[in-house]
C-alpha cells in the first residue's frame, strides 16, 4: 500500500520560511517524480514544484521561483519543499504527489500524477 506522508506546516509570519516533508512508503520511491501542489477553498490544486526521478530536473510554478526550493533524499524516501520569503497568498494546504513517469521533465498537471499524500496546512499571517 503506497503511502505519502507530508508534514511541517503550520503557522507562520510574512517573511518567515518552513520546511514541508513527505514521506513516502510502498513504492520504489526512486522510480518516482515527485511534485508538490496546493489548493485553497473553492480553488483548484495548483502545480508548485516538481523534481524527475532522476533528480536531474526541477520545475517550479512562476509565482515561487526564487522562493521555494524542492529537492529529494532518495535514502530516506522522502521529498522536501524548501519555503522562504512567505506570502500571504501562499496560505494553502500543501500535496505532495508521485508520478510513475520516468522522464526528463516534470508534469505539472495533477490528473498525470498516480499517488497523493493527505496534505498539510501552510497558513501564512501578516
Known sequence: QVQLVESGGGLVQVGGSLRLSCAAS???FSNYG???FRQTPGKERE????INWSEHSTYYADFVKGRFTISRDN????V????????????A???C????WRGTSVSSRPARYDY???GTQVTVSS
Request: charged letters at 15%; hydrophobic letters at 40%.
Open 75 to 78: 535514502a530516506k524516501n522522502t
Open 80 to 91: 522536501y519543499l524548501q519555503m522562504n520569503s512567505l506570502k500571504s497568498e501562499d496560505t
Open 26 to 28: 510502498g513504492l520504489t
Open 47 to 50: 502545480f508548485v514544484a516538481g
Open 116 to 118: 497523493w499524500g493527505q
Open 34 to 36: 515527485m511534485g508538490w
Open 97 to 100: 504527489a508521485a508520478d510513475s
Open 93 to 95: 494546504v500543501y500535496y
